[in-house]
């Protein structure tokens, strides 16, 4: 596993992009940084973070095993690591948010960041991004926003979880590839925060509905009980969740 540490770049996931253009990379790349300029985050929105406190880490995986349609569950596999991974540090009250962010006490620890590479219409690698607050304190402006140490009352070392995530990747990656897709999307949504739960929305339009979150469809679509009974699915850019 090669590792390449930064002290500071526009994005892991920027950089390590731009590399897997100009050399054949192996399995499990990973860029880590002390400091991110410009982080990103899902649908174009930027990730903060406080130089040297938290872990801004990109991971190079081959996926060309996996078939097109069925790319969300790199996100799923993702969020289940990370999930596992905090949870064996005894991180409490653990939830995934569709489609990966990952709360802890409702609040919100890590955001994850999925590029897929696609030639021929087929996958080829995936660029994962993980942005996970672990020893920053305060997110002004982000009421909302929370880190291990502040759930915990803990220091932790930022090697020794990102050890124990990519642990969990390897793990999970190889349930993907054995084909495990109905475990995994089992597990998935058996974590969702709001399952089954009456919840409010946002539509695209902007209007609020309420709903109860029924589990998500291969594709990764939010499946939605709404108030008239009837199923509907939601992609990211059509529905959020508001708590």
């Not at 999925?114 to 660029?127: C, G, P, R, T």
Request: net charge negative.
């Amino acid at each position: 596993m090669r590792i390449i540490k930064l002290d500071a770049i526009d994005s892991t996931n920027s950089y390590l992009r731009r590399l897997s253009t100009e050399e054949m990379l192996e399995d499990y790349t990973i860029v880590t940084a002390d400091h991110q300029t410009d982080g990103r985050g899902q649908m174009g929105t930027n990730w903060a973070s406080q130089e040297c406190k938290n872990l801004t880490v990109s991971v190079f995986k081959d996926v060309s095993f996996l078939k097109t349609e069925h790319s969300f569950y790199i996100s799923m596999v993702v969020s289940l690591a990370v999930f596992k991974a905090l949870e064996s540090l005894q991180i409490r009250k653990l939830k995934i948010k569709w489609p990966n962010d990952i709360l802890s006490e409702n609040k919100k620890i890590a955001g994850i960041l999925i590029e897929n590479v696609i030639k021929n219409n087929q996958l080829q690698a995936s660029v994962i991004g993980l942005g996970l607050n672990v020893n920053q304190t305060e997110f002004e402006g982000l009421p909302n926003a929370s880190s291990l140490l502040l759930t915990s009352g803990k220091v932790f070392d930022l090697d020794e979880v990102l050890d124990e995530i990519l642990k969990k990747l390897h793990i999970y990656f190889q349930e993907l590839e054995n084909g495990q897709l109905t475990k995994l999307k089992q597990e998935y949504e058996k974590r969702l925060f709001r399952k089954g739960k009456p919840s409010t929305f946002k539509g695209i339009d902007g209007e609020l509905f309420s709903g109860i979150i029924l589990g998500i469809s291969d594709s990764g679509n939010l499946k939605i009980q709404t108030e008239n009974e009837t199923e509907q699915e939601f992609d990211l850019k059509e529905v959020s969740l508001l708590y």
